[in-house]
T-cell receptor, first 116, second 115 residues
């Protein structure tokens, strides 16, 4: 079956601009989460959505936001981009069962964002 | 607070050698879950294994094996007879019950398998 699909794969933005990244989860998966990966901070959890509702949120400023649509597809948005937002943004999906012991998250290939 | 430590930043081995990647975790939860993911240069995190805190059985899958020891809070990963295709960054991750997809990842270990 198709995996988690993220678009775009690569993009370059200018400081101050905003960006929207898209994620299509594995068919049947209702939970989607986003992670930021940088060389300095590693993999950090941004937020998780389940049935169009934000279920968990990491420790990121309000410039980072997301949403989930009724078909489980998700988008994340970063406004007023800063140089430090340059990172690989990974989307993950799972069936969404409560208690991760009964669920495994699968990641997409990510969107490489460069802010100049 | 939860924390995952992977003390080995980079490891280089010659093909066919065995290699063990270390993972030490900290959590106050009594029920938790441990994971290993592989990240090749393409960027995608590939799921390798999930282990529940109440199941301390070691697991073997082909050339891969995992040793989970609650007494030392460790969840180590061994690759037997390594191959060049095993070259990647490997991440250990921890999640608590009902934490959803909020995983805490270790810093990763970059494994290079030389021909």
């Amino acid at each position: 079956k198709a995996g988690v699909t993220q678009t775009p794969r690569y993009l370059i933005k200018t400081r101050g601009q905003q960006v929207t990244l898209s994620c299509s989860p594995i068919s049947g998966h209702r939970s989607v989460s986003w992670y930021q990966q940088t060389p300095g901070q590693g993999l950090q959890f941004l937020f998780e959505y389940f049935s169009e509702t934000q279920r968990n949120k990491g420790n990121f400023p309000g410039r980072f936001s997301g949403r989930q649509f009724s078909n489980s597809r998700s988008e994340m948005n970063v406004s007023t981009l800063e140089l430090g937002d340059s990172a690989l943004y990974l989307c993950a999906s799972s069936r969404g069962a409560t208690g991760t012991g009964y669920d495994t998250i699968y990641f997409g290939e990510g969107s490489w964002l460069t802010v100049v | 607070a939860q924390k995952v430590t992977q003390a080995q930043t980079e490891i280089s081995v010659v093909e066919k050698e065995d290699v063990t990647l270390d993972c030490v975790y900290e959590t106050r939860d009594t029920t938790y879950y441990l994971f290993w993911y592989k990240q090749p240069p393409s960027g995608e995190l590939v799921f390798l294994i999930r282990r529940n805190s109440f199941d301390e059985q070691n697991e073997i899958s082909g050339r891969y094996s995992w040793n989970f020891q609650k007494s030392t809070s460790s969840f180590n990963f061994t690759i037997t007879a390594s191959q060049v295709v095993d070259s990647a960054v490997y991440f250990c991750a921890l999640s608590g019950y009902n934490y959803g997809q909020n995983f805490v990842f270790g810093p990763g270990t970059r494994l290079s398998v030389l021909p």
